[in-house]
């Protein structure tokens, strides 16, 4: 990432906050993540920091992550970081935002998990809306989603966004260590170990021994992507659509940590993290 140079730098962290402001301006509030809880569920804040490309301090003090959203560090060398980070910032930083929390307790840094919207300017006669902060993160590529998402409509929502950066690469999408990875690719999938990648190929198998099931991209589990799902969570997966036996013969695009155990895998605990590419 480093290799990218003080110059390629500077241009990204200009277009982030270029991009990020352009995109901001066009998103509206019909908003499946914004419609999860009532009114009484959200609280409001104004941003005084931002800490990197998916979290910031309110000034109150309280901290604040993204939900369902992941983005590269943005410390030491980390170009593609510093201008996520430059993105978010552009969004909210000075601004008056709405939270939805997620729920449950805050994450292992003590940071709040919210959706964010952010109140643009009322036009004379009506009332300002609140625009949702990940959607211009994600169309720009300076985010991916991340592996928790729940509600369906939130996270058709979020991987439309998603689409747009990725079928045009910018952002992220344009660099290697951030794009698609094979299935197939042993080495790839390797160099990942422990990042959060989103992995696509064909499954050639479905198997389960014991308490788990087994999806297999490869016809050798240490050369190819495996997947993990508990048996217990079955249930869950075949009510999302996605059961996993049917998953046999199907390209998906999954997303998730990269463990190597003997060969790579990804346990995949929630449906969302599994989007069916196509029939065959």
Same mark, same amino acid.
């Given at each position: 990432?480093?290799?990218?140079?003080?110059? %390629?730098?500077?241009?990204?962290?200009?277009?982030?906050?270029?991009?990020?402001?352009?995109?901001?301006?066009?998103?509206?509030?019909?908003?499946?993540?914004?419609?999860?809880?009532?009114?009484?569920?959200?609280?409001?804040?104004?941003?005084? /920091?931002?800490?990197?490309?998916?979290?910031?301090?309110?000034?109150?003090?309280?901290?604040?992550?993204?939900?369902?959203?992941?983005?590269?560090?943005?410390?030491?060398?980390?170009?593609?970081?510093?201008?996520?980070?430059?993105?978010?910032?552009?969004?909210?930083?000075?601004?008056?935002?709405?939270?939805?929390?997620?729920?449950?307790?805050?994450?292992?840094?003590?940071?709040? %998990?919210?959706?964010?919207?952010?109140?643009?300017?009322?036009?004379?006669?009506? @009332?300002?809306? !609140?625009?949702?902060?990940?959607?211009?993160?994600?169309?720009?590529?300076?985010? /991916?989603?991340?592996?928790?998402?729940?509600?369906?409509?939130?996270?058709?929502?979020?991987?439309?966004?998603?689409?747009?950066?990725?079928?045009?690469?910018?952002?992220?999408?344009?660099?290697?260590?951030?794009?698609?990875?094979?299935?197939?690719?042993?080495?790839?999938?390797?160099?990942?170990?422990?990042?959060?990648?989103? %992995?696509?190929?064909?499954?050639?198998?479905?198997?389960?021994?014991?308490?788990?099931?087994?999806?297999?991209?490869?016809? /050798?589990?240490?050369?190819?992507?495996?997947?993990?799902?508990?048996?217990?969570?079955?249930?869950?997966?075949?009510?999302?659509?996605?059961?996993?036996?049917?998953?046999?013969?199907?390209?998906?695009?999954?997303?998730?940590?990269?463990? %190597?155990?003997?060969? !790579?895998?990804?346990? @995949?605990?929630?449906?969302?993290?599994?989007?069916?590419?196509?029939?065959?």
């Amino acid at each position: 990432m480093g290799g990218w140079g003080p110059i %390629v730098l500077a241009g990204l962290l200009c277009g982030a906050v270029l991009e990020a402001r352009a995109q901001d301006s066009s998103f509206d509030s019909s908003s499946g993540c914004a419609a999860e809880t009532s009114s009484a569920g959200r609280v409001t804040g104004r941003v005084d /920091r931002v800490i990197d490309g998916r979290s910031f301090a309110l000034d109150d003090g309280r901290e604040i992550r993204l939900a369902s959203l992941e983005v590269p560090p943005a410390t030491g060398a980390s170009s593609a970081g510093q201008a996520s980070r430059a993105a978010l910032a552009a969004i909210v930083a000075g601004a008056a935002v709405t939270l939805r929390p997620l729920g449950g307790a805050p994450d292992r840094y003590g940071r709040t %998990v919210a959706h964010v919207f952010t109140t643009g300017e009322a036009q004379a006669g009506a @009332v300002a809306q !609140p625009r949702a902060v990940a959607h211009p993160l994600l169309a720009a590529g300076h985010a /991916r989603v991340g592996a928790e998402i729940a509600d369906p409509a939130c996270s058709a929502e979020l991987y439309s966004h998603e689409r747009e950066a990725r079928i045009a690469r910018r952002g992220l999408w344009s660099h290697p260590q951030y794009g698609i990875v094979d299935a197939g690719d042993l080495t790839g999938l390797v160099a990942g170990r422990g990042r959060f990648s989103v %992995v696509e190929g064909k499954v050639l198998s479905v198997r389960e021994t014991g308490g788990t099931i087994y999806v297999n991209f490869g016809r /050798r589990w240490s050369e190819a992507l495996t997947v993990t799902i508990s048996k217990r969570q079955e249930r869950i997966f075949t009510g999302a659509g996605r059961e996993p036996k049917a998953l046999e013969n199907r390209r998906l695009r999954v997303r998730g940590w990269i463990e %190597v155990r003997n060969g !790579p895998r990804i346990e @995949v605990s929630r449906p969302e993290q599994i989007e069916v590419v196509a029939a065959n």
